[in-house]
């Protein structure tokens, strides 16, 4: 247990009520650490400037306005730096990646502090900049990145969420001894009911036609959360067009937000793909419900990606006990753990033809499903959230302990 007079300070763009996977898992690791008796205060940004507490844990939010561009991105950068450099001393200070480059502030507000300083790396920048949009020289591009895998190697310990990003880190400049892997988390730590309520669902059964409004049984595609520019579509919308003349009892649902949603809307429309159901992001409290509601879970990643970005999506697939499929790289995170607990099939990108085999086999070999659901109870036993918040928990207590 460590000593209550241990102060750490998690610094992060968003945090909730803001969405996202980084601004979930910060949440539930700044409560788990608040539990084990540090003191912990979150720094991150919204509309307005804001304190409050968060349970145990204090929320300090900067107001910003500013746009997802370079500029907007260095102008809430510069505005956690100052702000952080105004706080009291922290013994720890945990930093991720939103916004971009987030690492360089945290070495020179652990400096200033004299702080342990961990880098919780959910994504890879400036690597992923070019694959999500943000344009810049290939030269700054180079001393970005040289200044970023610098800091990381000047940090006390950098965590990655996947083998494929330590390998990354590694490969680009980051000394291996710095680098640790914790996997990130299904929802759900802090709301034990709803784990509970998503594992106890029988499987292959109808659980979403009620929330869908549909009494209908269908065969559930289900695909939870953003669709970014890292993510695409085209094969799935490939394989949903074959599967509408072939089977029409299989169903794509979208819920959540992002660039890619209003293109499946038009293409929907465009196509007449009445399989493909579009919903907004669902609150929590109808959220084991709708996970569960998905006879199949499914996740894109670009090739290009493996290493910079670990969907989190497959660990809720586990949750739900679900199958899951990934239509991306074989080297990446999702694929290595959905093979090691037989949960699932990869499915390269542009192979529309291998998805309908796969969904088509899952529709109608119950052995075959059941197979993969058993792989997803299993590693759902892992990758669990109390699991990855000790180890957290753990190394960073070691961490203090080496400066003593």
Not at 95 to 118: C, E, Q, S, W, Y
Request: with cysteine; hydrophobic share 45%; net charge positive.
């Amino acid at each position: 247990m460590a000593q209550k007079s241990s102060r750490i300070l998690f610094i992060n763009r968003v945090y909730p009520p803001a969405r996202g996977t980084s601004a979930r898992v910060l949440r539930d690791l700044a409560q788990g650490f608040a539990q084990a008796g540090w003191d912990v205060t979150i720094l991150s940004a919204g509309q307005r400037k804001v304190e409050f507490q968060d349970g145990k844990v204090r929320v300090m939010r900067i107001a910003t306005n500013s746009r997802k561009t370079l500029f907007g991105f260095f102008w809430v950068w510069c505005g956690l730096l100052f702000s952080a450099l105004k706080l009291p001393r922290f013994d720890v200070v945990v930093t991720m990646t939103d916004p971009p480059l987030l690492v360089v502030a945290g070495r020179l507000i652990a400096k200033f502090k004299n702080a342990k300083h961990v880098h919780w790396c959910q994504d890879v920048y400036p690597d992923l900049a070019p694959l999500v949009g943000l344009k810049m020289p290939a030269f700054l591009m180079r001393v970005l990145a040289k200044i970023s895998r610098r800091s990381m190697t000047s940090c006390d310990q950098v965590v990655a969420v996947g083998r494929c990003m330590e390998q990354h880190l590694i490969k680009t400049g980051v000394q291996a001894s710095r680098v640790t892997i914790i996997p990130n988390w299904p929802d759900g730590f802090y709301a034990p009911a709803l784990l509970t309520k998503i594992k106890t669902v029988v499987a292959n059964d109808d659980a979403g036609g009620a929330l869908l409004k549909d009494t209908t049984p269908k065969f559930r595609v289900l695909y939870s959360g953003t669709l970014s520019r890292v993510h695409p579509i085209a094969t799935i919308l490939e394989a949903a067009q074959i599967l509408q003349k072939q089977q029409a009892d299989i169903e794509f649902v979208f819920m959540g937000e992002g660039p890619a949603y209003e293109k499946i809307a038009v293409e929907k429309t465009r196509l007449g793909l009445e399989n493909i159901r579009l919903l907004p992001q669902q609150p929590d409290d109808v959220l084991a419900d709708f996970l569960s509601s998905g006879d199949v879970h499914i996740v894109s990643l670009k090739d290009e990606a493996a290493g910079m970005v670990v969907p989190a999506r497959v660990y809720a697939a586990f949750a739900a006990t679900r199958p899951c499929i990934l239509i991306g790289p074989p080297t990446c995170e999702a694929a290595h753990v959905i093979k090691e607990y037989n949960a699932g099939e990869i499915i390269p990108q542009g192979r529309a033809d291998l998805l309908v085999r796969a969904l088509t086999r899952y529709r109608h070999e119950s052995d075959a499903w059941y197979a993969a659901h058993q792989g997803a109870q299993r590693a759902a036993l892992i990758f669990e959230p109390r699991r990855a918040i000790e180890n957290w928990i753990a190394r960073t207590r070691n961490t203090l302990k080496k400066a003593s």
